[in-house]
C-alpha cells in the first residue's frame, strides 16, 4: 500500500507562487498515474494535473499555463509548481497515486489571499 505525504503548502498572496511536493513510501516508477486534486470549502474534490507514468501531463483549463506537475521516479516524489495564484485558487490539495488502486494523501492547505 503506497503512503503519500504531501508538504509545502501555505498562505501566498495573488499573482504569487507555491510549491507542493508529495513523498511516497515506494516505488512509483511503475504507477500509472499520478496527480493532484483539490478541494475548496462546500466543493466537491476536483482534479487538477495527471502525469502518467510516461511522462504525458493532463491540466484542467482553468490552471492550464500556471500550475505544471513533475514526478521523479528516481526519488519517488511528486510536485506542483503553482505560478500566479488567484483567490480561487485556495484550497486542500491532495497527492494521489492510481495503479489500479488509487491512494490519497492526507492533503494540505494553500491559502491565496491578500
Known amino acids: 500500500q503506497v503512503q503519500l505525504v504531501e508538504s509545502g503548502g501555505g498562505l501566498v498572496q495573488p499573482g504569487g507562487s507555491l510549491r507542493v511536493s508529495c513523498a511516497a513510501s515506494?516505488?512509483?516508477?511503475?504507477?500509472?498515474?499520478m496527480g493532484w486534486y483539490r478541494q475548496a470549502p462546500g466543493k466537491e474534490r476536483e482534479w487538477v494535473a495527471l502525469?502518467?507514468?510516461?511522462?504525458?501531463?493532463n491540466y484542467k483549463d482553468s490552471v492550464k499555463g500556471r500550475f505544471t506537475i513533475a514526478r521523479d521516479n528516481a526519488k519517488n516524489t511528486l510536485s506542483l509548481q503553482m505560478n500566479s495564484l488567484k483567490p480561487e485558487d485556495t484550497a486542500v490539495y491532495y497527492c494521489?497515486?492510481?495503479?489500479?488502486?488509487?491512494?490519497w494523501g492526507q492533503g494540505i492547505q494553500v491559502t491565496v489571499s491578500s
Open positions: 494521489s497515486a492510481y495503479n489500479g488502486v488509487r491512494y
Open positions: 515506494e516505488s512509483i516508477f511503475s504507477i500509472d498515474v
Open positions: 502525469i502518467a507514468s510516461g511522462g504525458t501531463t
